[in-house]
Each structure stands twice: as structure tokens, then as C-alpha cells.
């Protein structure tokens, strides 16, 4: 009986001990045997050897479940040690993309005019001289349309300068009230650190009956939103020149970098230029058709609005697809 206690103390896993407790313990086990054997001997012998076989079959079972217990926690431990999972550990990267700069800023003006019920249109890229300049009030001898920013194809086509030809549009194939705001790609010729020949403006337009459009109107909406783009920041308007407005004004925000102080960025003046606006030249409503009505416009520069905010240098860098740059703004 005694190599049994040693097998027992000896088995190294749960498995091993299995087989053991068959041998030992089992239908055919040796016990089983060890009983059997009894029969062939006498009276006093049986007792005698019931009584040694009933003894270790009782130590025999403690044995076993001991080492059981034993090897089944230390069974648990190694599988706990190898399934560990230290959540402190930093992740595989995603390589999840994200939205270019341009085009995140371009939704969060949209957003705030969606929210304030202005539709959005997105007319054409190639545009005709009508919409893009002549019944912008931009008649024909305007330096604006100089061949050195336009770019020009056959037949008077043309790549749009700004989003304003979508007023036109929407103005031609709808009757007032207008509420509108076009974001989109325009197209200029002209490449230096702040300027390059495509870049983005979203456009606003609002009109209404005789009377109910002012500047007051037009101004609260431009501050608002212009302290929804940037924060905190102070709003100034800067009376200015667009021929499809009268009286034009320009906007300026206090500098985002120097808190108005005065530092490069703003050519030590404090202010941020960021947008062009005015109340509709009765010139365009004129040249649409209109009747009876008064609004007000606003343009402005994507780009602008993304460097101002992601503080960028160079516009240059947001159209070269380099994912190092990119990847800073996820
Ligand atoms: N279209 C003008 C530009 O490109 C911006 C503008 C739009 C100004 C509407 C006034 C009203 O500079």
C-alpha cells in the first residue's frame, strides 16, 4: 500500500491524481482487490486485515483530497498568471482617421447656422460671369476680376472666387424669405504663406420683407457666432467695401494669441480680421429680381477660421497630407 501514499504525494497534476484515485479507489481499484483477497482467509485474519484495509483507505482518501485542493489552487494560480491582463498598459494604437481640420471647423460653422434655421446650399465650382460677378454688382471694368485672381475657361466660364454666386443661385430659383448659409470650395490664383488657389468660405444670406433686415440683426448674429467659433473673445466692425453690399463692413475678433495686447500674429494691433459682411446692395436684389425686400450677407474663410483655432502657421501645411501634421489634430 505504501508506494500509493508515495504516488499520491508524488502526482503533479489534477489529471495524474485522477488516474490514481481510479487505481486505488476504483471499481477494479487496488482497495477493491485488497478486499477480495479476504475470502481465503480466516475468521481473525479477516477482521485483522479489514481493519488495516479500512485504515488506509480512510488515510488514503485524506491523502487524496489534500493533494487535490493542493494541486487544483495551484492549477488556478498559473492560469490566473497567465491570463493577467495589466490594464495599465497602453493599447494597441487605433488607426482610426479623423476629419482634416478644414473640413471639422467647416461643420461647426454649419452646425451653429443649422441651429439658428439657415438652410444649406452648395451650388457649382464652375461658374458663369453672371452669377460669380455681374449680378454681384461687379460690373465688368472691376479689378476683381483681374486675370491674375480668376481663373478663366472658355465662354465666360470660370472657377468661382467666393461663395457669393450661390446667393445669386438661390435667389434666381427661389422667392424670399431666404435664410441661407453655402459652404464650399472657391478658387483663386494665388500662392504665398496665407493664401493658396483653393481654400473654403462659407457664405450667409439672409432676406426678408422691406424694412425687417438691419445691421443690428446682421451684427448680433455675427457676434454670437463668432464667440460660438472662438470663445471669449471681443468683436469689433470695421466699416469696409464689397460691391454687393452697402453699407460692408469687416470683422474683426481680439487676437486669439495675445488676448489683444498685440503680438505677431496680429501685427501688434490686437485684432483678427475674420470676416466680410453688409446689408444687400439694392444692386443685386435688382439683378434677381427682387422686389420689396431687405438682407443682409456674410462671407469668411474656412481656413482662416482653422488656423486661428488649431494655431497654424503656414495655410500651406493643411493641404500638403501630411499625416504627422494631421495626426495632431484626431
Ligand atoms: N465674397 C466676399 C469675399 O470673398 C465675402 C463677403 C460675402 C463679403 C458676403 C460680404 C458679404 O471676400
Excluded at 487605433?94 to 443649422?114: C, K, N, Q, W
Excluded at 494665388?190 to 445691421?215: A, N, R
Excluded at 470676416?275 to 474663410?301: H, M, P, Q, T
Aim: charge should be negative; charged fraction near 25%.
Amino acid at each position: 500500500m505504501n508506494e500509493w501514499y508515495d504516488a499520491i504525494k508524488e502526482a503533479q497534476s489534477v489529471e495524474k491524481l485522477e488516474e490514481i484515485r481510479i487505481s486505488v479507489f476504483g471499481k477494479k481499484g487496488v482497495l477493491a482487490e485488497e478486499f477480495a483477497k479476504m475470502k481465503n482467509a480466516s475468521d481473525e485474519e479477516k477482521a485483522q486485515i479489514a481493519k488495516d484495509l479500512n485504515t488506509h483507505k480512510s488515510s488514503l482518501m485524506n491523502e487524496f483530497t489534500a493533494k487535490k485542493i493542493t494541486l487544483q489552487t495551484l492549477q488556478l494560480q498559473e492560469a490566473l498568471k497567465a491570463e493577467y491582463i495589466d490594464v495599465s498598459l497602453y493599447s494597441a494604437k487605433s488607426s482610426a482617421g479623423a476629419l482634416h481640420p478644414v473640413m471639422e471647423t467647416m461643420d461647426r460653422i454649419v452646425e451653429y447656422f443649422s441651429a439658428m434655421n439657415f438652410a444649406v446650399k452648395t451650388g457649382t465650382m464652375v461658374e458663369d460671369d453672371f452669377n460669380n460677378f455681374e449680378a454681384l454688382n461687379l460690373p465688368k471694368y472691376h479689378p476683381a476680376r483681374d486675370m491674375q485672381d480668376t481663373f478663366y475657361f472658355k465662354d465666360e466660364m470660370l472657377l468661382r472666387t467666393h461663395t457669393s454666386p450661390v446667393q445669386i443661385r438661390t435667389m434666381m430659383s427661389t422667392k424670399p424669405p431666404i435664410r441661407m448659409i453655402a459652404p464650399g470650395a472657391v478658387f483663386r490664383r494665388d500662392y504665398d504663406l496665407t493664401h493658396t488657389p483653393m481654400f473654403h468660405q462659407v457664405e450667409g444670406l439672409l432676406v426678408d420683407e422691406e424694412g425687417k433686415v438691419s445691421f443690428a440683426n446682421l451684427k448680433y448674429i455675427l457676434e454670437d457666432f463668432l464667440k460660438y467659433m472662438f470663445g471669449d473673445v471681443e468683436v469689433r466692425f470695421r466699416p469696409s467695401f464689397f460691391p454687393f453690399t452697402e453699407p460692408s463692413a469687416e470683422v474683426d475678433i481680439s487676437c486669439v494669441f495675445c488676448k489683444g495686447s498685440g503680438c505677431r500674429v496680429c501685427s501688434k494691433t490686437g485684432w483678427l480680421e475674420v470676416l466680410g459682411c453688409g446689408i444687400v446692395d439694392s444692386n443685386v436684389f435688382e439683378a434677381v429680381k427682387y422686389e420689396n425686400v431687405s438682407g443682409y450677407a456674410f462671407g469668411l474663410g474656412v481656413e482662416r477660421f482653422a488656423m486661428l483655432i488649431h494655431q497654424i502657421g503656414d495655410l500651406r501645411s493643411l493641404f500638403e497630407g501630411d499625416i504627422k501634421l494631421l495626426e495632431q489634430f484626431q
